[in-house]
């Protein structure tokens, strides 16, 4: 039978561990978060293009290759297009896309789902400009146009780097982002 003498020792030691076993889980959780992050960053400083995904008007998704700029402290990532692509009206019906990078040894990847936004301040093309597109954009005041891609979540496996999915449904590790939804 437990007095209260017995039992007040017993009640503090488990109060005393509570914080620390969560605190120590989050930070674990942190860690993870950062390692993926940190190599879904190399993957993608590593590869020349990506893949852009968007959904046209009937749902069905479309995909094509671009060459994308590094992603930002942030994970954003900006790409160019012509004002006229098809990708365009399909960012302005819906922003959801996802950009997929395939690892230079082909032994992972990177998915990132986000929200695209069609940007054209002409200080904001400037900074964002490769020389090589100029033959693609002959006007390019009128002509280019850049997509910025905001994460609201990626996916990473990279089997060189020890990163794999779940072994029985294959579902890749994932870092969750705040989305302005939830700033």
């Known amino acids: 039978m437990f007095t209260r003498d017995k039992l ?4 503090l030691i488990i109060l005393f ?25 190399e993957i993608m ?16 998704p479309r995909v094509r290759t671009m060459d ?8 954003v990532v900006w790409l160019g297009t012509n ?3 098809r990708k365009v009206d399909q960012i302005k019906n819906d922003p959801r896309v996802t950009l997929y990078y395939l690892d230079n040894d082909n032994s992972g990847y990177v998915i990132i789902y986000g929200i695209a936004e069609l940007v054209n301040p002409q200080d ?8 090589e597109w100029a033959a693609f954009y002959p006007n390019k005041a009128d002509d280019y146009l850049l997509i910025k891609v905001s994460p609201e ?9 020890g990163i794999i999915g ?18």
Do not use: H, Y
């Not at 779940?166 to 700033?183: A, C, G, I, L, Q």
């Open 83 to 85: 004002t006229k692509s």
């Open 8 to 11: 007040l020792p017993s009640v």
């Open 45 to 60: 400083a590593s590869v020349r293009t990506c893949a852009l995904i968007t959904l046209d008007q009937t749902g069905r």
């Open 153 to 161: 979540w990626l996916e990473v496996i990279s089997e060189s780097r």
């Open 17 to 41: 561990l509570i914080p620390s076993l969560v605190f120590s889980q989050n930070t674990s959780s942190d860690s993870f978060d950062n390692k993926l992050i940190g190599v879904a960053r």
């Open 124 to 131: 904001e093309k400037e900074e964002r400009w490769k020389d």
């Open 166 to 183: 779940d072994s029985v449904t294959w579902k890749p590790p994932m870092v969750f982002f705040k989305t302005t939804e939830n700033r």
């Open 68 to 75: 994308p700029f590094p992603p930002d402290n942030n994970l």
